[in-house]
C-alpha cells in the first residue's frame, strides 16, 4: 500500500482546552466556580479551579517546536500552535497530517478528571462541571467536524453510579469512549477487586462504551529513584498499563461484563507476547491452590486478547510479532500535540514498519479497528476517497507545518519560570 493511500485513525491524541470552554453551560449558581483560564503575572497560562492554579506544561503541547524547546515549565498561549486549542486549525494540522480522525483526551482535568476528584468537596458542583465539560467535548470539539474526531468523555470519579448515568447520557450523544484510570487505588477509591464499580462498568457493556485507561491516568509516575533522570522515568512509564493489564486479566472484570473492551491508550504492544506467554505460565502453576478460575477452560492470555484494546505510536517490535498479538484490537495513535508525536509526518513514520503488510492488516491498525470500537463511521460524512492521506494532504497545500522555535515569544517575566 501506498502511504498517500492509508487511512488514518488515532486513538489517542490531546486537546489543550480553550478558554471559554463552560461558557453557557453550567447553572447559574455555578458559572462564577467555573475554571477559569487566567494568564498569571509571570505571563505564563494556568486554569483556577477552587484556588488552585494549574498550569499549562510545555510539553503537553510542543508540537512545530524544535525539541530543545521541549519542557515541564509552564507555557504561554503565544508559544504553541493554535491547533492545540483552535478546532479549526487543528483540523488544518490534521489534514496537512494525513489524519482522518482524532480522539482527544483531556489537558487541565488530567486524564480522567482527576481535578473534579481532587479540588472541592462539593459533588454536585463537580458533577456540574464533568457534565459542561462533556458536553463542550461533543458538541463544540468533536461535534464543530461531524467525521473527524471520537468523542470522549469524562467520568465522575467519586460515584459509579453518576459515572454511569453520564456514560448513558453521553451514548445518546453518540459518544462511545469514556477515559478512566489505570488505578482506582491509586487514587484513593476502591481497586478493581471490589463490586463498587460495577455500575459503571455495567453502563459501558450496555452502551457499547470502551474505558481508555490512559498511561499516567493513576497519578503515579514510576521511577527508581529520586534522582533518576528524565530517560529513566520515561523509559519507565508503560509500567502503569503493564499493572493495569495485570488488573483487568486477573480481576472479576471480564466475568462479570463479558462484552467490555478496555483499551491501553499509550501503553503500546511490543511488550504484550511475554506478558501473555507469562500470565498463562502462571495461571497453569497457581490455580490448582490460589482459588483463581477464569472460568470454561480459559487462559490469561485468551481473556486479554478478547478484551484489551492495544494502542501504539510507534512500534516496530509489536508489528513485528502480531502474530502473537489479536490484530483485530490493535489500534494507532499520532499523541498531537505532546512530545511523542510523529505529526506532521505520521503515515511515512507508520509506514516503516506497517510496510509489507498485507492491505487488509494495515487498515485494521490504521482506522478499521478504531472505527468498529468506537462506534466511529466517518464515511458516513467523508467519502472514502476523500479521507485517504492524499486527498486530506491535498486540501492542506498551503498550512504551514514547519518547525519554528517560540521560546523568544514568551514574555520576559515568564522566561525565568
Known amino acids: 500500500m501506498d502511504t498517500a493511500d492509508l487511512v488514518m485513525v ?6 489543550i482546552e480553550p478558554a471559554a470552554l463552560f461558557d453557557g453551560r453550567l447553572p447559574a449558581k455555578y458559572q462564577d466556580k467555573a475554571p477559569r483560564l487566567l494568564r498569571r503575572e509571570n505571563g505564563t497560562m494556568a486554569w483556577r479551579y477552587e484556588g488552585v492554579d494549574l498550569p499549562s506544561l510545555a510539553i503537553n503541547a510542543v508540537a512545530g517546536r524544535p525539541p530543545d524547546e521541549y519542557g515541564f515549565e509552564p507555557a504561554c498561549i503565544e508559544e504553541i500552535r493554535p491547533g492545540c486549542y483552535d478546532i479549526h486549525a487543528r483540523v488544518k494540522d490534521m489534514n496537512a497530517n ?22 472541592g468537596n462539593d459533588r ?64 484513593g477509591l476502591p481497586s478493581l477487586y471490589t463490586d463498587h464499580w460495577d455500575p459503571f462498568f455495567q453502563a459501558c457493556a450496555e452502551e457499547n462504551t470502551v474505558v481508555c485507561m490512559h498511561l499516567g ?61 507469562r500470565i498463562d505460565y ?20 485468551q481473556v486479554f486478547n478478547e478484551h484489551v484494546l492495544l494502542c501504539f505510536i510507534d512500534d516496530a517490535v509489536g508489528v513485528e510479532n ?39 492488516d494495515i487498515n485494521r491498525i490504521t482506522h478499521l479497528n478504531a472505527m468498529r470500537h468506537f462506534s466511529y463511521d466517518p464515511f458516513t460524512h467523508i467519502t472514502p476517497e476523500a479521507a485517504t492521506v492524499g486527498a486530506l494532504r491535498a486540501q492542506a497545500k498551503n498550512w ?3 518547525i519554528r522555535a517560540t521560546r523568544h515569544l514568551r514574555p520576559a517575566a515568564a522566561s525565568s519560570v
Open 282 to 301: 502462571i495461571y497453569r502453576h497457581t490455580k490448582h491452590w490460589s482459588g483463581m478460575d477464569l472460568g470454561a477452560g480459559r487462559t490469561p492470555s
Open 124 to 187: 454536585e458542583q463537580a458533577a456540574a462541571m464533568v457534565r459542561a465539560y462533556n458536553d463542550w467535548h461533543v458538541e463544540d470539539w468533536a461535534g464543530a467536524y461531524p467525521g473527524r474526531f471520537i468523542p470522549l468523555a469524562l467520568p465522575m470519579l467519586w460515584d459509579p453510579e453518576a459515572s454511569a448515568a453520564e456514560v448513558h447520557r453521553m451514548a445518546r450523544k453518540g459518544c462511545h469512549a469514556v477515559t478512566f484510570t489505570s488505578n482506582p487505588h491509586a487514587l
Open 98 to 119: 494525513g489524519l482522518l480522525g482524532s480522539m482527544c483526551f483531556p489537558s487541565f482535568p488530567r486524564f480522567c478528571g482527576q481535578l473534579f476528584l481532587e479540588q
Open 217 to 277: 491516568s493513576s497519578s503515579q509516575v514510576p521511577k527508581t529513584s529520586p534522582d533518576a533522570p528524565i530517560e529513566c522515568i520515561y523509559s519507565l512509564s508503560p509500567i502503569n498499563l503493564i499493572e493495569a493489564a495485570a488488573d483487568v486479566v486477573w480481576s472479576p472484570l471480564f466475568r462479570k461484563f463479558p462484552t467490555l473492551k478496555v483499551a491501553l491508550s499509550e501503553g503500546g504492544a511490543g511488550w504484550v507476547p511475554y506478558f501473555t506467554e
Open 10 to 15: 488515532s486513538v489517542d491524541d490531546h486537546v
Open 400 to 402: 504551514d507545518t514547519s
Open 322 to 360: 502480531r502474530n502473537r498479538l489479536n490484530l483485530d484490537n490493535l489500534m494507532w495513535e499520532c499523541d498531537y500535540p505532546h512530545s511523542d508525536t510523529t505529526w506532521p509526518q505520521s503515515p511515512e513514520a507508520a509506514m516503516d514498519y506497517l510496510t509489507g503488510l498485507p492491505d487488509h
